[in-house]
Nanobody, 118 residues
Framework: QAQVVESGGGLVQPGGSLRLSCAASGFTFSSAAMSWYRQAPGKERELVGISTRDGSNTIYADSVKGRFTISRDNAKSTVYLQMNSLKPEDTAVYYC???????????WGQGTQVTVSS
């Protein structure tokens, strides 16, 4: 059973940092493009960033560029989202998405809450 599980969310003050993890299982992690999305209350889910299968290329939303970094450890089947200089508007549920190659299926995690507040 393919799945991804996020962890690492919590409450952080503005300007602080947080690192989210997404552990994958049930599929070949190195064949999957891995993405982070977020959904704030009352808003649609939006893309935060995407990491290519080998991690050689990463694309970020303009709103997080320069503050967030996606990295992946294919040996651990885990992708990370390092979030620095957090702002209140970064408050959202953060989701991990896996899109393995050669399959139409995509796998979403259950999400982890990030709250940026003083």
């Amino acid at each position: 059973q393919a799945q991804v599980v996020e962890s690492g969310g919590g409450l952080v003050q503005p300007g602080g940092s947080l690192r989210l993890s997404c552990a994958a299982s049930g599929f070949t992690f190195s064949s999957a493009a891995m993405s982070w999305y977020r959904q704030a209350p009352g808003k649609e889910r939006e893309l935060v960033g995407i990491s290519t299968r080998d991690g050689s290329n990463t694309i970020y939303a303009d709103s997080v560029k320069g503050r967030f970094t996606i990295s992946r450890d294919n040996a651990k089947s885990t992708v990370y989202l390092q979030m620095n200089s957090l702002k209140p508007e970064d408050t959202a549920v953060y989701y991990c998405k896996a899109k393995p190659r050669f399959t139409p299926n995509a796998y979403w995690g259950q999400g982890t809450q990030v709250t940026v507040s003083s």
